[in-house]
C-alpha cells in the first residue's frame, strides 16, 4: 500500500462533520483499503451523521484496537484553498495532521505488521464525529475498548513531536434568546432585541474561562435575527466546553 498516495486521497475527500454523504466517502475509502488488506469490515449506520467503519483483522487472543475519525472542522471547499501539498518534508492540506495521516499510518502499520508474522487480531475503528462530540461513537468506542487487549487513540503528535497521552474533558451548551419582533423603523421601542440580550451573555460566558484551572468555554456559533430593519426575536449560540479539573464542571454548570 502506498500510504503517501491513501493520505492524498483522504485529505482531497474533504470531510466535515455535519456533512453526512462527505464523511460516508470516507469512509468508503476506509473499507475499501482495509479490505484490501484482508480485513472483515462492519458499518455501523448513523442517520445524522457519518457511518462509523469497524475493520477486523482475525488473529490470537484480544485484538489490539486502533482508533481515528474520518470527520475534520473544515467546511466543504476548504481544499480549494488550502489544498494538499507537499513542501519541505512535511506535507499539508485539511485534516492532514487531525486526523487523515493517523488513518493512513494505520492502515500502513497493520500492512507492515501482518507482512511481518504477526499473529494478535487487530481491530481498526473509524469514527465519524470526534469533532462535535463523538455523540454517536462514545458507546461503541467504549464497549469495544474493554474487548480489547490494548488500546492505541492514534492523535497526532503535537507540532513539537510530543505525543498526546491525555486529554481535556470536553461537554458543551446551546443558549437560546427570545425576544420580540418589530420593524427597526417604525416601532423600533416595541421591540426586544434577542441579539443585544445575547451580547451581555456571550460576555458572561467567555468569563467563566479560567486559565489558571485549565477551564476554558469558547462561544464558538452564533445565529440569530433575519434582515437589518427588523428587531430581531431569536437569536442562539453554541458553546464548547474544556476542562482538566473534574471539579471544574460543577461550577460551570452551576453558572451556565
Known sequence: MDTKSL???????????????????VGAIVAE?????????????????????????????????????????FPLGTIEKFPYQEEEGKIKGPGVSDMKASIAIS????????????????TLLCTSDEEI???????????????????????????DGSLKTWRKGGGGFKVKVHGRAAHAGGDH?????????MAHQVIA???MTDYSKKTTLNVGVIHGGTVSNVVPDYAEIDIDV????PEEWGRVEELM
Request: glycine share 6%; proline share 3%.
Open 133 to 159: 462530540g463523538s455523540v454517536t461513537s462514545r458507546e461503541l468506542i467504549q464497549n469495544m475498548a474493554k474487548e480489547a487487549e490494548l488500546v492505541f487513540v492514534m492523535e497526532p503528535a503535537l507540532l
Open 33 to 73: 483499503e482495509a479490505r484490501k488488506l484482508g480485513a472483515e469490515i462492519e458499518v455501523v449506520p448513523n442517520k445524522e451523521t457519518g457511518d462509523h467503519v469497524i475493520a477486523r483483522w482475525k488473529g490470537d487472543g484480544k485484538p489490539i484496537l486502533l482508533v481515528c475519525h474520518m470527520d475534520t472542522v
Open 7 to 25: 493520505l492524498k486521497r483522504l485529505v482531497e475527500t474533504e470531510s466535515p462533520s455535519h456533512e453526512k454523504a462527505a464523511v460516508d466517502r
Open 189 to 197: 421601542e416595541k421591540g426586544r432585541n434577542a441579539i443585544e440580550e
Open 242 to 245: 474544556r476542562i482538566l479539573q
Open 205 to 207: 460566558i467567555q468569563k
Open 107 to 122: 492502515l500502513g502499520a497493520i500492512e507492515e505488521a501482518y507482512k511481518n508474522g504477526a499473529k494478535r487480531a487487530i
